[in-house]
C-alpha cells in the first residue's frame, strides 16, 4: 500500500511539475509570444468567456472532452478562474467562483462596465442570455449581473466594441450549423442605469454575404474610424447559397468562407433600417454602411483575431478545415490547427503571412491586458484543449539610423546654428532683432511664411491623412489662393500705415488698449502651447526612425532653437526658414520618385488602384459637420477661416510681410507663399496616395508599431538612400525648429511691444533689447518644458490635432481683426464682449459638441465678430475717429499704393 501511495504521490508531483512548466518565449518579425502562468485544471476549455476588468483577466465556463478524449462526451463547466498581477510583480490564479449555470461558446467583450457575455450554449440549449461579469479587487469578489436578452438565441458568434456600443455578429440559433445566421445586434452601454425600454439590443443591417457561425469579429480604425470587421466563419453547404463565395467545403455539409466585411457606424443611419424585413434604404454617404473587403488567404474558423497598432488586425488563430474530414481517422495523430498567424491592414486592405505561431488555440477569444494580447486556453486539435495562457505583443523592427545618417544630421543641425551665430552680430536694436531692420528681400519673407504655415507636423501629416484617407483636404489647402487677397488688399495696407511691429498695435489704435492686450496675450498663451505640441507630435515620429527617444528629439530640438532664435533673430529664422523650404520640397519630390519606382505597375497601376479604392476622392456632398468625411462645405468654410485667422491675426505671419523694405514688396512675400503652397499642397497630398500604392505593394514592409503618422518617417528610414534620409530627416528636425523659433521670436516680439514698450518699462533701447532676447529664450524653456509633457503616442492625427489647436486660439483673433477692418460701427466694448464670448463659445464646442475641429476657427471668426458688432450696435457709439482704419476710411493713396 505504501509503494502505491508513494507512486501516487509521485506521479501527482511529476504533473505538478509538467503543468507549471512554461514554454520558453516565441517571436517572429511582427509578434512575441511570451507564457502565462497555465490556467487550472489538467485539461483546458474551448469557448469560455474571456475578458478583463479592474485589471484582472477572467477566464468563465468552457467546454471539454475528458480523456481518453476520442471516448467521452463532452463536458460544459460554469467554472471562472481569474488572473491578477501581485504587488511584487507576481501572477496568480484565484478560483472558487462560477457561472450562474454551466456555458460555452458564447461572446464576450471587455468593456469599463465589466465583461458583457453573450449567449453560449450548454450541449442542449443555446441561450439568449446576456450578462456582465464585474470583479471587485479590493474584495476579491465577482459579480454575474443581468443584461437585456439577445433578440434571440446565438452560439458560436463573435462580438466586437466601439466606445459603450457593444457588436454581435453571427452565431448558430441551436446546435446544428443550419441554424447559422446573418444577425448583426448591438448594445449602447452608456444607456445603462437609463430607463429599461431604452436599453436593449438593436438589431442593425447585416453584412451583405451569406449567414455564418465560427467567424471572426474584430474592431480596428480604417483611417476615418473605428470599424467592425467580420471575417471568415462557416456555415451549412448548401449550394445556392454559396456560389460565388470564396472557400470550400471541408466536408459534404460544411463550407468554409473566406469573406470579409466592414462596418462603418458613422455610414449607418438606423432610422434608414427596417428591421422587420431587414431592408436598408439609406441614402447619400449613409447608402453603404457596410463594404466588402480583401478575403482571408484561407478559411479561419473559430479563429482569434486582434487589433494591433492604429490599423492592423492580426488573426492569431483559427481552423483551415484542410483536415476536417480526416478528423475522427486521425484522433490522437491529428498534428494541431495550422500554428501561422496573418496579418490584415484596414488602410491598404491587404493580407499577409506573419510568420509561425508556437500554439494556434480555437474557440477563445482574444483580450488586452496589461499591453498584450492574451490568448487563455482554447481548443487545439480536434477534441483537445490547452490549459496554456499566451501574451502576445508586437515587435518593432527599428533599423539603425547609420553613421553616414547621423553625420549628415548633425552637420546640418549645426549649419543652422551656425546661421543664428552670423546674423547675431547684425542686431544692434529690436528693430533689427524683430523686423530685421525691414531690409529682408520679399522672396525670402514669403518662403518664411510658407514655411511657418507648413511645419513639420504638416510636413508628416498631409501625406499621412492622404494614405490613410483621400484628397478631400487638398481643396482646404488651395484655399490660400482665395485668401492671400483679402490679406494683401484688406489687412497689409493698416499694418504697413502704421508701421506695426506687432499686429495687435493695430488693434489699440481702432479700439483700446485693453482689446490690444487681450489679442496680444492670447497670441502668446497660443504659441507658447504651439511649440510644446508641434514639439511632441514631431517628436514621436522622429523617434521611430532615428535612434533618439522622443523625450531626447524634444530637448534636441527645443535647446538649438532657443540658441540660435535668441541670438540670432528674425533674420536668422527667416533664413533657415528659406533654406529648410528647398530642402524639404527637394526631399519630397526626391522620395514621390522613389515611391513610384517601388509601386508594382509604375504610375498607370498607382492611378488605377488610388482611382478604385476612392484614394483620389474630392468631394463628399453632406450637412453633417461632425464626420471625419468632411463635407465640401466645411472643407471651405474651415480653410478660409484658418487661413483668414494666420494672415490677419497671427503675429507670427504677420511679422514676417513687416520685415520687406515697402508694401510693395511686402504684397509679393504673401503672394509668393500662397503661390508656393499650391505646388507644396499637390506634391504633399500626391505623396499620401503614392505611399498607399507603394505599402499596398508591398503590405510586408509595413510596421504595425508604428502611427499612421508615421508613415512618411517609416518610408524615409527604411526606403530613401543613406545620406539623403539622413538630410531629409535633418530638414524635418529643422522644419520642427522653423515653426519653433518662429513662435519663440513673435512671442518675445508681442510681449515686448504690446506689454513693456506702451507702458514705458525700460529705461531705453538698450534693455528692450535684452528683454527681447530674454524673453525669447523663456518662452522657447517653456514650450520645450511642455512638449515634454504633451507627448502621447496614443494621438492617431497629428494633422487633426495641429488643426484643432489652430482653431481654438486663431479664431476669436481673426474675428476682432476683420471686426476692426470691416465696420465702422463696431467700438472696444463691443470688440471685449466679442472675443470673450468667442473664448468660452471655444472652450465649450470641443466638451459638449462633435463639431469636426476643422471648423473651429470659422466658428471663432463668426462668434466674435456677430458677437461684438450686435453689442455694438445697441451701446452707445464710439467718438473715436477711425479714419484710415478700416477698408472705409481708408485713404485712396494707400490703396493705390499696392
Known amino acids: 500500500m505504501r509503494i502505491i501511495l508513494l507512486a501516487l504521490l509521485l506521479f501527482s508531483r511529476i504533473s505538478s511539475l509538467e503543468g507549471s512548466t512554461s514554454p520558453e518565449p516565441f517571436s517572429t518579425d511582427f509578434l512575441s509570444w511570451k507564457a502565462l502562468p497555465d490556467l487550472p485544471g489538467r485539461l483546458g476549455v474551448a469557448g469560455p468567456f474571456v475578458g478583463v476588468h479592474r485589471n484582472a483577466l477572467i477566464v468563465a465556463g468552457g467546454a471539454n472532452f475528458p480523456s481518453p478524449f476520442w471516448e467521452t462526451e463532452k463536458v460544459w463547466h460554469d467554472g471562472v478562474s481569474i488572473l491578477i498581477n501581485r504587488e511584487d510583480g507576481q501572477h496568480e490564479w484565484l478560483e472558487g467562483y462560477s457561472l450562474d449555470r454551466a456555458t460555452a461558446y458564447g461572446a464576450s467583450v471587455s468593456t469599463e462596465h465589466g465583461i458583457v457575455c453573450m449567449g453560449g450554449n450548454d450541449g442542449?440549449?443555446?441561450?439568449?442570455?446576456?450578462?456582465?461579469?464585474?470583479?471587485?479587487?479590493?474584495?476579491?469578489?465577482?459579480?454575474?449581473?443581468?443584461?437585456?436578452?439577445?433578440?434571440?438565441?446565438?452560439?458560436?458568434?463573435?462580438?466586437?466594441?466601439?466606445?459603450?456600443?457593444?457588436?454581435?455578429?453571427?452565431?448558430?440559433?441551436?446546435?446544428?450549423?443550419?441554424?447559422?445566421?446573418?444577425?448583426?445586434?448591438?448594445?449602447?452601454?452608456?444607456?445603462?442605469?437609463?430607463?429599461?425600454?431604452?436599453?436593449?439590443?438593436?438589431?442593425?443591417?447585416?453584412?451583405?454575404?451569406?449567414?455564418?457561425?465560427?467567424?471572426?469579429?474584430?474592431?480596428?480604425?480604417?483611417?476615418?474610424?473605428?470599424?467592425?470587421?467580420?471575417?471568415?466563419?462557416?456555415?451549412?453547404?448548401?449550394?445556392?447559397?454559396?456560389?460565388?463565395?470564396?472557400?470550400?467545403?471541408?466536408?459534404?455539409?460544411?463550407?468554409?468562407?473566406?469573406?470579409?466585411?466592414?462596418?462603418?457606424?458613422?455610414?449607418?443611419?438606423?432610422?434608414?433600417?427596417?428591421?422587420?424585413?431587414?431592408?436598408?434604404?439609406?441614402?447619400?454617404?449613409?447608402?453603404?454602411?457596410?463594404?466588402?473587403?480583401?478575403?482571408?488567404?484561407?478559411?479561419?474558423?473559430?479563429?482569434?483575431?486582434?487589433?494591433?497598432?492604429?490599423?492592423?488586425?492580426?488573426?492569431?488563430?483559427?481552423?483551415?478545415?484542410?483536415?476536417?474530414?480526416?478528423?475522427?481517422?486521425?484522433?490522437?495523430?491529428?498534428?494541431?490547427?495550422?500554428?501561422?498567424?496573418?496579418?490584415?491592414?484596414?488602410?491598404?486592405?491587404?493580407?499577409?503571412?506573419?510568420?509561425?505561431?508556437?500554439?494556434?488555440?480555437?474557440?477563445?477569444?482574444?483580450?488586452?491586458?496589461?499591453?498584450?494580447?492574451?490568448?487563455?486556453?482554447?481548443?487545439?486539435?480536434?477534441?483537445?484543449?490547452?490549459?496554456?495562457?499566451?501574451?502576445?505583443?508586437?515587435?518593432?523592427?527599428?533599423?539603425?539610423?547609420?553613421?553616414?545618417?547621423?553625420?549628415?544630421?548633425?552637420?546640418?543641425?549645426?549649419?543652422?546654428?551656425?546661421?543664428?551665430?552670423?546674423?547675431?552680430?547684425?542686431?544692434?536694436?529690436?528693430?533689427?532683432?524683430?523686423?530685421?531692420?525691414?531690409?529682408?528681400?520679399?522672396?525670402?519673407?514669403?518662403?518664411?511664411?510658407?514655411?511657418?504655415?507648413?511645419?513639420?507636423?504638416?510636413?508628416?501629416?498631409?501625406?499621412?491623412?492622404?494614405?490613410?484617407?483621400?484628397?478631400?483636404?487638398?481643396?482646404?489647402?488651395?484655399?490660400?489662393?482665395?485668401?492671400?487677397?483679402?490679406?494683401?488688399?484688406?489687412?497689409?495696407?493698416?499694418?504697413?500705415?502704421?508701421?506695426?511691429?506687432?499686429?495687435?498695435?493695430?488693434?489699440?489704435?481702432?479700439?483700446?488698449?485693453?482689446?490690444?492686450?487681450?489679442?496680444?496675450?492670447?497670441?502668446?498663451?497660443?504659441?507658447?502651447?504651439?511649440?510644446?505640441?508641434?514639439?511632441?507630435?514631431?517628436?514621436?515620429?522622429?523617434?521611430?526612425?532615428?535612434?533618439?527617444?522622443?523625450?531626447?528629439?524634444?530637448?534636441i530640438m527645443g535647446v538649438l532653437s532657443v540658441i540660435y532664435s535668441t541670438i540670432g533673430g528674425i533674420e536668422a529664422v527667416i533664413w533657415t526658414d528659406t533654406i529648410q523650404t528647398f530642402l524639404l520640397l527637394g526631399g519630397a519630390v526626391l522620395c514621390f520618385g522613389l515611391m513610384i519606382a517601388g509601386t508594382e505597375g509604375g504610375v498607370g497601376s498607382l492611378f488605377s488602384i488610388a482611382q478604385s479604392e476612392g484614394k483620389l476622392h474630392l468631394f463628399n456632398f453632406h450637412w453633417d459637420p461632425t464626420t471625419t468625411s468632411l463635407a465640401f462645405w466645411v472643407v471651405i468654410l474651415g480653410a478660409v477661416g484658418q487661413n483668414l485667422a494666420s494672415y490677419t491675426s497671427d503675429q507670427a505671419v504677420v511679422q514676417r510681410?513687416?520685415?520687406?523694405?515697402?508694401?510693395?514688396?511686402?504684397?509679393?512675400?504673401?503672394?509668393?507663399?500662397?503661390?508656393?503652397?499650391?505646388?507644396?499642397?499637390?506634391?504633399?497630398?500626391?505623396?499620401?496616395?503614392?505611399?498607399?500604392?507603394?505599402?499596398?505593394?508591398?503590405?510586408?514592409k509595413l510596421d504595425p508599431t508604428y502611427m499612421t503618422d508615421q508613415i512618411f518617417p517609416l518610408f524615409i528610414s527604411r526606403e530613401v538612400p543613406v545620406g539623403l534620409a539622413g538630410l531629409i530627416v535633418a530638414g524635418i528636425f529643422a522644419a520642427a525648429q522653423s515653426t519653433i523659433s518662429t513662435s519663440m521670436n513673435s512671442t518675445a516680439t508681442a510681449v515686448v511691444t504690446d506689454f513693456l514698450r506702451p507702458f514705458r518699462a525700460l529705461a531705453n533701447e538698450s534693455d528692450y533689447f535684452r528683454w527681447a532676447r530674454g524673453l525669447t529664450f523663456c518662452s522657447g524653456i517653456l514650450g520645450t518644458l511642455l512638449g515634454l509633457l504633451f507627448i502621447d503616442p496614443e494621438n492617431r492625427s497629428l494633422f487633426d490635432s495641429f488643426i484643432r489647436v489652430i482653431g481654438l486660439f486663431m479664431g476669436v483673433l481673426g474675428g476682432l481683426f476683420l471686426l476692426g477692418i470691416l465696420t465702422c460701427r463696431a467700438n472696444s466694448r463691443g470688440a471685449l464682449v466679442g472675443a470673450l464670448t468667442g473664448v468660452v463659445v471655444m472652450g465649450l464646442i470641443p466638451i459638449y459638441t462633435q463639431i469636426n475641429g476643422y471648423l473651429y476657427a470659422a466658428i471663432g471668426i463668426t462668434v466674435c465678430f456677430v458677437t461684438a458688432y450686435l453689442v455694438s450696435l445697441i451701446s452707445p457709439a464710439s467718438r473715436e475717429s477711425v479714419q484710415g482704419l478700416t477698408i472705409h476710411t481708408l485713404r485712396g493713396r494707400d490703396r493705390q499704393r499696392m
Not at 454575474?144 to 448558430?172: K, M, S, W
Not at 507658447?528 to 514639439?535: C, D, L
Open 124 to 555: 442542449v440549449r443555446t441561450f439568449d442570455d446576456a450578462f456582465l461579469l464585474t470583479w471587485d479587487s479590493t474584495t476579491e469578489t465577482l459579480r454575474q449581473i443581468r443584461l437585456p436578452r439577445l433578440p434571440q438565441p446565438c452560439a458560436y458568434g463573435a462580438a466586437g466594441r466601439i466606445g459603450d456600443v457593444v457588436y454581435l455578429a453571427g452565431g448558430q440559433s441551436a446546435q446544428g450549423l443550419e441554424t447559422a445566421q446573418r444577425n448583426f445586434w448591438r448594445l449602447d452601454l452608456s444607456k445603462l442605469d437609463g430607463p429599461r425600454e431604452l436599453f436593449q439590443w438593436e438589431r442593425v443591417v447585416a453584412w451583405p454575404g451569406p449567414s455564418r457561425a465560427y467567424n471572426l469579429t474584430v474592431t480596428q480604425h480604417n483611417g476615418f474610424n473605428k470599424c467592425i470587421y467580420v471575417l471568415s466563419g462557416r456555415r451549412a453547404n448548401v449550394a445556392e447559397q454559396v456560389d460565388g463565395v470564396p472557400g470550400f467545403a471541408p466536408t459534404r455539409d460544411i463550407y468554409a468562407l473566406q469573406d470579409v466585411y466592414e462596418f462603418n457606424p458613422a455610414h449607418y443611419d438606423p432610422q434608414a433600417f427596417d428591421a422587420e424585413s431587414g431592408k436598408y434604404r439609406g441614402t447619400g454617404r449613409f447608402a453603404k454602411p457596410w463594404r466588402r473587403r480583401s478575403d482571408t488567404p484561407h478559411p479561419i474558423m473559430g479563429g482569434t483575431g486582434a487589433a494591433m497598432g492604429q490599423s492592423h488586425i492580426f488573426v492569431l488563430s483559427g481552423a483551415d478545415g484542410e483536415l476536417m474530414a480526416r478528423s475522427a481517422e486521425l484522433r490522437e495523430a491529428h498534428p494541431g490547427f495550422p500554428p501561422r498567424t496573418l496579418a490584415y491592414h484596414t488602410i491598404t486592405d491587404t493580407w499577409i503571412d506573419a510568420g509561425p505561431s508556437p500554439a494556434n488555440p480555437v474557440t477563445t477569444p482574444a483580450v488586452w491586458w496589461e499591453d498584450r494580447v492574451i490568448l487563455a486556453s482554447g481548443e487545439i486539435k480536434p477534441r483537445i484543449r490547452t490549459q496554456q495562457v499566451w501574451a502576445i505583443e508586437p515587435v518593432s523592427t527599428t533599423p539603425s539610423f547609420g553613421f553616414i545618417n547621423s553625420s549628415v544630421l548633425i552637420i546640418y543641425l549645426a549649419a543652422m546654428l551656425g546661421i543664428g551665430c552670423y546674423f547675431a552680430r547684425k542686431n544692434r536694436n529690436t528693430d533689427d532683432y524683430f523686423r530685421g531692420g525691414q531690409k529682408i528681400v520679399w522672396w525670402a519673407a514669403g518662403c518664411s511664411i510658407f514655411a511657418t504655415m507648413l511645419s513639420s507636423i504638416t510636413y508628416m501629416a498631409i501625406p499621412a491623412k492622404a494614405y490613410a484617407q483621400d484628397q478631400v483636404y487638398l481643396l482646404g489647402n488651395l484655399m490660400v489662393l482665395a485668401v492671400a487677397p483679402i490679406a494683401v488688399y484688406l489687412a497689409l495696407p493698416f499694418f504697413r500705415q502704421i508701421d506695426a511691429t506687432s499686429a495687435y498695435e493695430y488693434l489699440e489704435k481702432r479700439f483700446n488698449r485693453l482689446v490690444r492686450l487681450f489679442a496680444s496675450a492670447s497670441f502668446t498663451v497660443f504659441h507658447i502651447f504651439r511649440m510644446g505640441i508641434v514639439m511632441s507630435l514631431a517628436a514621436l515620429a522622429l523617434a521611430t526612425i532615428t535612434p533618439l527617444s522622443a523625450t531626447e528629439c524634444v530637448l
Open 657 to 700: 510681410y513687416m520685415t520687406t523694405p515697402d508694401i510693395r514688396r511686402a504684397a509679393r512675400s504673401i503672394w509668393t507663399a500662397a503661390i508656393l503652397a499650391i505646388p507644396a499642397s499637390v506634391l504633399f497630398y500626391g505623396l499620401g496616395t503614392s505611399l498607399y500604392g507603394f505599402y499596398r505593394s508591398h503590405p510586408e
